[in-house]
T-cell receptor, first 112, second 113 residues
């Protein structure tokens, strides 16, 4: 059963780059790594997804090393509105019972 | 395109009762999954449906059951409610299995008293 580990919380300041790392030691060969953002009383919102190396979109970058046992979400030039909980998601196949495992999330607080 | 909508937004039930939560998937999505999220915790996977069949289940007892309909909308049913069932219930849809770019609804806040 895959398990993800993230820092519980992080602080940063407006304009800084923020990197959040997730560990997923037992990721399956065909699984992707997906990151979500969640604001209070809202459903999670998709940020970015990747399989290996580096993926970049308009809001973030995702770095995945060759062994795929971890991934790092990078948020460039954060603003106050980036204060949220960030989740790392890895799919896990266990005896064909497809189970989606979420990390506990990282609470990111951006200060002025 | 419309997103994922859930109903009701809030609900209060008494211990022992049954509840049905509803979810309309985003247009074009054939996969729906349900999550339970307790206050301050990450979402816990309940189950997933792909083209009307359950294709994954988390560690939830059988009193948590679901359905996916031909139009890919979905229901979550919980029988014999317990106080610990109080949580935010999230529905998410996607075009494929595996956590690939799920679109989440805003959830149903269930309170069991």
């Amino acid at each position: 059963l895959a398990k993800t580990t993230q820092p519980i919380s992080m602080d940063s300041y407006e304009g800084q780059e923020v990197n959040i790392t997730c560990s997923h030691n037992n990721i399956a060969t065909n699984d992707y790594i997906t990151w979500y953002q969640q604001f209070p009383s809202q459903g999670p919102r998709f940020i970015i997804q990747g399989y290996k190396t580096k993926v970049t979109n308009e809001v973030a970058s995702l770095f995945i090393p060759a062994d795929r046992k971890s991934s790092t979400l990078s948020l460039p030039r954060v603003s106050l509105s980036d204060t949220a909980v960030y989740y790392c998601l890895v799919g896990d196949n266990l005896d064909s019972n497809y189970q989606l495992i979420w990390g506990a999330g990282t609470k990111l607080i951006i200060k002025p | 395109e419309t997103g994922v909508t859930q109903s009701p937004t809030h609900l209060i039930k008494t211990r022992g009762q049954q509840v049905t939560l509803r979810c309309s998937s985003q247009s074009g999505h054939n996969t729906v999954s349900w999550y339970q999220q307790a206050l301050g915790q990450g979402p816990q996977f309940i189950f997933q449906y792909y083209r009307e069949e359950e294709n994954g289940r988390g560690n939830f007892p059988p009193r948590f059951s679901g359905l996916q309909f031909p139009n890919y909308s979905s229901e979550l049913n919980v029988n014999a409610l317990e106080l610990d069932d109080s949580a935010l219930y999230l529905c998410a849809s996607s075009q494929d299995r595996g956590g690939y770019g799920y679109t989440f609804g805003s959830g149903t806040r269930l309170t069991v008293v």
